[in-house]
């Protein structure tokens, strides 16, 4: 779940995510920020800073995994995250940022709303991203909208097709549509989870509920299609299974609707490629993600569809500013669909329990292999 920008006086845009582990930290620079997270606190320095690209450092001193993220004035809307921060690691955002107020958070243990604070943002003169005339940039940037457009209505198409199998009871056609609409969602994760409201009630796991939250969206209707997991389960009834797969669809046409008055900066489609291959890390090689279903290798494939296809609209900039970087995710986003294609079986892939713990290391450690070079895409685009 969740994306990751900075657009402030910009427009309402998700947010995208760059992160290097153990990165080197700067000092004496103000467009640097010193975020260092424990399990009850979160340390930001400076909370103020001039306009344009910024780089937080993030630091683990806890003992639980963190997360960082920076949100727009209304504390709801995602601009820019890094994801599971181990302990004793440290990782950056480098996002472009507009003047304006901001919130940040660090969420010790990757639960709940995180311990925030209040980041002022002033005018400097300097242009962000969205503001450059660039015509590289521009034609990725409008490209980029285009393209999650299309993705997030093949997405509102597929899940009526669902939905009506499923609340007819038609369990068999519902299996076999639920991968392929989730490979909508998992194209432009970070775009749909850099709306807070939505992305709980869309796209929350059981493990992952916070106490007393009502579980609805995605999971709920796949366990209740794959319960064999589940031990003794009680199936829903018709009227409970119209009521979560309503609530589904309504929750995507406003998802729909939303993502139509969207506009991306090049650092959020940068940070959002990084951001949707630490999804892959943290929830679809490792099983998480379809627990009931198993069905994490079409998450997978989708996951890296979305990042690769950031990548390549930004090609054309960044194998002007750094070639060696644009030939090296170029040759392991091609390591890593070789990998996938070995997986497929017909127009899907294996079940995750088909795997060998030999070609989850494979898949995971080709995952790492891209997810390095990425984290320097933002920077080197800004650059």
Known sequence: MRIPLLLAALVATPALAACTQNATVKTGDDRTILVTSTDDACDVSPLDAPSGTLTFEVTNDGSEVTEFYLYAEDGQRILGEVENVGPK?????????????????????????GIRADFTVSDSGAKVAAQSDDEQIAHATEEYQEWVQDESGQLLAQTKAFVAAYTSGDDRKAKALY????????????????????????????????????????????????????????????????????????????????????????????????????????????????????????????????????FELLEPVLGQKDPELEETLDERFDDLQELLDEQKVGDGFKTYDQLTPQEVKKLADAVNAVSEPLSQLTAAVLS
């Open 89 to 113: 690691l440290s990782r950056e955002l480098t996002v472009s940022v507009a003047p304006g107020t901001y919130v940040t958070a660090c969420k010790p243990g990757m639960k709940g709303t």
């Open 179 to 310: 991968p392929v609409a989730r490979t909508h969602w998992e194209r432009i994760e970070t775009v749909a989870e850099s709306f807070g409201d939505l992305d709980p009630k869309m796209d929350a796991r059981e493990a992952d509920l916070e106490p007393g939250q009502k579980w609805t969206g995605w999971h709920r209707l796949e366990k209740d299609l794959w319960p064999a997991r589940a031990g003794k389960y009680a199936a829903l009834t018709m009227k409970e299974r119209a009521t979560y797969a309503d609530d589904l669809l309504a929750d995507t046409v406003t998802l729909d609707g939303r993502i139509k008055d969207l506009e991306f900066t090049v650092d959020q489609i940068a940070n959002g490629s990084r951001a949707l291959m630490e999804e892959v890390a943290t929830g679809k090689v490792t099983g998480e993600e379809e627990y009931w279903s198993r069905t994490d290798l079409w998450d997978f494939q989708a996951n890296v569809e979305g990042a690769r296809k950031a």
